[in-house]
């Protein structure tokens, strides 16, 4: 093709025909310019196409952390729940003596207030896609933003969550660890939600024969003005912890439904 048009420039030269030479060397000028501008058209078109690929396929991938998320914020809502209605238990009986629970009851009650959970968020689509920058690529800017008030928020999750952790090992076994654990059976495990299950712990430490002559003073704990503070403060924990997971469950779900409008 381009033989084909020196020779034609060639051959106007030749002939003196300078006008036409002109009119043809600024056509093809023009030709040159329009395939470069189709070209660059067709090179911005298949870039846009591959942003467009990566953020359908960036949100699918949202979407499948958000589901884990959901799951995830299910379980500590049961979690949380399950152990309200302990806290709640033990609260009536230290406030009626009279009422007497026995200390099978007792170990059954109390083993699952050693146990918390970690702050866990499923973030990794978005954290991966943030880090390399494909953002700004994206044309979604509101989901975006919303996106990001959702995992900036989390962080209040984690504050309510790490206080639990702490409030146990600083005002609930130091309480514990003034009695013997002889309340502990196999049973003791009845009312324990772990994700993974604890039963063999349970059967390893009935299954040890305890042959010290020692009587459970479990009301020792109970009636300890230290643990009624403790369970009071662990439900207020507990309800302030629920709260913040309805609030998140139901900015999840939104999320949910403006990216299933958008794929």
């Known amino acids: 093709m381009i033989s084909l048009f020196r020779k034609i420039r060639q051959r106007l030269l030749q002939q003196n025909r300078i006008t036409k030479y002109l009119a043809y060397a600024l056509g093809e000028i023009f030709l040159v310019v329009i395939g470069i501008l189709i070209a660059l058209q067709i090179n911005t078109w298949n870039e846009n196409r591959k942003y467009r690929n990566q953020e359908a396929d960036f949100y699918v991938n949202i979407l499948s952390d958000l ?38 009851k007792f170990g059954i009650l109390i083993e699952p207030l050693y146990y918390s959970e970690a702050a866990t968020s499923y973030s990794t689509a978005f954290e991966s896609a943030k880090s390399s920058g494909s953002f700004s690529n ?96 662990d439900l207020g924990r507990c309800f302030n912890l629920i709260s913040r997971i309805e609030t998140r469950k139901e900015n999840l779900l939104l999320l949910k439904a403006q990216i299933d409008g958008y794929l």
């Open 67 to 104: 589901d884990k998320d959901l799951e995830k914020l299910d379980f500590l809502t049961e979690f949380h729940q399950n152990r309200i209605e302990i806290l709640s238990t033990l609260l009536t009986y230290l406030r009626n003596p009279a009422d007497k629970m026995g200390a099978e």
């Open 138 to 233: 994206f044309r979604q800017k509101e989901i975006l933003k919303s996106l990001n008030q959702y995992y900036a928020d989390f962080e209040k999750i984690k504050i309510i969550m790490t206080s639990i952790t702490e409030f146990i090992s600083n005002s609930f076994e130091p309480v514990m660890a003034e009695i013997s654990a002889i309340h502990i059976s196999t049973n003791s495990g009845a009312m324990v939600i772990a994700e993974k299950g604890n039963s063999k712990f349970y059967d390893l430490i009935h299954a040890i024969e305890d042959r010290r002559d020692i009587k459970s003073d479990y009301e020792k704990v109970l009636y300890d003005p230290r643990f009624e503070a403790f369970v009071i403060g």
